[in-house]
């Protein structure tokens, strides 16, 4: 069974940081691009961040350009999201989810596939 289950995140004052987490079972992630989503309260879900499968090709959406870093650990099958300078507007639940993006990937939430359950970040002020 294709599993996704996110970690790490939690409350954290304006200015801290949180090191998400996404790890696989049933499958070998490193096969696969992996994107993190977000969706605050009343908002649609936002492409924030994504990692192609090969090369190591990145996005990241203009408003967390310079402070969040996704990276992926092949040999313990997780990707991450270290985010820092947090600011109240990046609360929200965040997801990770896959793609079969080679040597890029999408920040459009359709293209993905096997979601996980996510995880709540809360910024506060």
């Known amino acids: 069974q294709l599993r996704l289950v996110e970690s790490g995140g939690g409350l954290v004052q304006s200015g801290g940081s949180l090191r998400l987490s996404c790890a696989a079972s049933?499958?070998?992630?490193?096969?696969?691009?992996i994107g993190w989503f977000r969706q605050a309260p009343g908002k649609e879900r936002e492409g924030v961040s994504c990692?192609?499968?090969?090369?190591?090709?990145?996005y990241y959406v203009d408003s967390v350009k310079g402070r969040f870093t996704i990276s992926r650990d092949n040999a313990k099958n997780t990707v991450y999201l270290k985010m820092n300078s947090l600011q109240p507007e990046d609360t929200a639940v965040y997801y990770c989810?896959?793609?079969?993006?080679?040597?890029?990937?999408?920040?459009?939430?359709?293209?993905?596939?096997?979601w996980g359950q996510g995880t709540q970040v809360t910024v506060s002020s």
């Open positions: 989810a896959t793609e079969h993006g080679v040597y890029s990937c999408s920040h459009s939430q359709h293209t993905y596939f096997s």
């Open positions: 049933g499958f070998t992630l490193e096969y696969y691009a």
């Open positions: 990692i192609s499968s090969r090369d190591g090709w990145t």
